[in-house]
């Protein structure tokens, strides 16, 4: 199935239905007066996070949505009835913007949250609602109000409690194939992986965890080379990172060097992003290069004190240490941020 993470849309809610102007004129009740009923409102156009989507594929092919008009008032007091709404459904993480204010319409982060893009339009009063002491027969009635369009665009972001961060052909796809049922492309050259994926990492009995895998980042993704920008956004929401080395790249000499180049583009992309918790971890010690390369850094503290975790995801060696360091980072994660509020997006106030 095709990943569709951004999408451009135009909706247009319903418009009000008509006011009725009607008298009534009935035999043997020669004192009858006006009677129209009202029109009904027109439909909203509602955006539904479903959890059974992740990805906005339907409405790459749909770019107009339109909820159905409120219906007319009728004589003898009957009111139109209100137009259907028209629910659009994407999966949680969806961000909603106006296209042309660039204004944060809603932010659907869970399942079953909603978001009115698109208010429909009041239904007009019939006649009988302008009945006053002075005018006891009006011969008026309101039209329905249009309902309101906007040009909106929706954007994912992949919600996932471990965000797996590293350079092209680092293992992250091997990594995460591992450690969960995911089974993304697995080769042996860069840019394997060219959409993100998720996975279900299993610690314990009690605590499993969503691990995202994006695209790997390049120098300079985050001033838009390789396909680093586009999907760095999938990690935003992430609680922890992963940065995953590459222990066997024959044209490093160290393998901590990454580390520097990958927080470097972090920072430049989202200050947010790089202030996450971290986890190092260096893959590829199967290898006799990256078996040579991990040796003096055994007992040793990464940048900023971090603990060095050394792997081999094709293996398994070393990645169930790694899951439970994983689990323990994500836990006192979600501790802090349950005492400290939240960080604040870019344009928020």
Known sequence: MRFVDEVEILVQAGKGGNG??????????????????????????????DGRRNTLLDLHFQRFCRAENGKHGKGKQ?????????????????????????????????????????????????NMRFVTPRCHAPDVAEEGQPGQSRRIRCELKLLADIGIVGLPNAGKSTFISCVSAARPKIAAYPFT?????????????????????????????????????????????????????????????????????????????SPRLAAKPRIIALNKIDLPLGRARVEPLLGRTGPQGLPLFFISARTGEGVPLLVRHMGDVFRASASRDHREPPLREAGET
């Open 20 to 49: 009725c102007r009607s008298f009534l004129r009935e035999k043997y009740k020669p004192k009858g007066g006006p009677d129209g009923g009202d029109g009904g409102r027109g439909g909203d156009v509602v955006i539904l996070a």
């Open 78 to 126: 009957q009111h139109g009835r209100r137009g259907a709404d028209r629910t659009i459904h994407v999966p949680p993480g969806t961000l909603v913007y106006d296209v042309e204010t660039e204004e944060l319409l809603g932010d659907l982060g869970r399942p079953g949250e909603r978001l009115v893009a698109a208010a429909g339009g009041r239904g007009g009063r019939g």
């Open 193 to 269: 992986t060219l959409v993100p994926h998720l996975g279900i990492a299993r610690v314990d009995e009690d605590q499993s965890l969503v691990v995202a895998d994006i695209p790997g980042i390049v120098p300079g993704a985050s001033r838009g080379e390789g396909l680093g920008l586009r999907f760095l956004r999938h990690i935003e929401r992430a609680a922890v990172l992963l940065m995953l080395l590459d222990a066997s790249d024959p044209l490093e000499d160290d393998p901590l060097r990454a580390y520097g180049i990958l927080l470097e583009e972090l920072s430049r992309f």
